[in-house]
């Protein structure tokens, strides 16, 4: 039975990353991870640079950048991810930072809140890795969104692990919610 229940989480989990937008120019947000000091982790410059493939793509696209900060006196998730794709050349006019997440459901509340207040509507495109997508768009979907995908691929020694908590995470999600 868990062998059948992981096959589905995994065909939903493929079908969610590959979910693409039918117009151009949606919202993008760009989910949370650890950072290294004023640097991007590896999983973050990952999800990094599907976002910025992704607003070279589409120019008039607003972006939104969420996560904050582990310790106190360390730059937040979302200050590096802002500094980091400014320093790719995205203008600064275009990215909107959340600096008080700490989960994906607060990154995708927290992003809602922005959306709402800056006029950019109820859709968005969601840059993270594509394990994590399935799960990303129902949280997106809870807070009052519809969610598509720009993934990135996940360092193929990390996937494994990675992929296995998702399955755990993706149970309780569906079994008990958020």
């Given at each position: ?30 989910l949370g991870c650890r950072t290294k000091g004023n640097l991007p982790g590896s999983m973050l410059e990952r999800r990094l640079q599907a976002a910025l493939l992704y607003l070279k793509e ?121």
């Amino acid at each position: 039975l868990s062998i059948v229940w992981s096959v589905v989480l995994s065909v939903w989990m493929i079908a969610a990353a590959v979910r693409k937008p039918g117009q151009t120019n949606l919202p993008l947000i760009v989910l949370g991870c650890r950072t290294k000091g004023n640097l991007p982790g590896s999983m973050l410059e990952r999800r990094l640079q599907a976002a910025l493939l992704y607003l070279k793509e589409n120019p008039q696209a607003a972006c939104i950048v969420s996560g904050g900060s582990e310790k106190p006196g360390v730059p937040s998730e979302a200050s590096v991810m802002k500094r980091w794709l400014v320093a790719h050349g995205i203008d600064a006019e275009r990215i909107y930072a959340d600096q008080k997440a700490s989960n994906t459901r607060e990154n995708l509340l927290f992003a809602k809140r922005i959306m709402e207040q800056q006029g950019l509507g109820s859709k968005a495109v969601l840059a993270t890795d594509g394990f994590h997508q399935l799960r990303s768009q129902m949280m997106a979907k809870r807070a009052g969104m519809l969610s598509y995908a720009q993934s990135c691929a996940t360092r193929w020694d990390l996937f494994l692990p990675y992929y296995i908590r998702e399955l755990f995470a993706l149970t309780r999600a569906f079994l008990f919610g958020y």
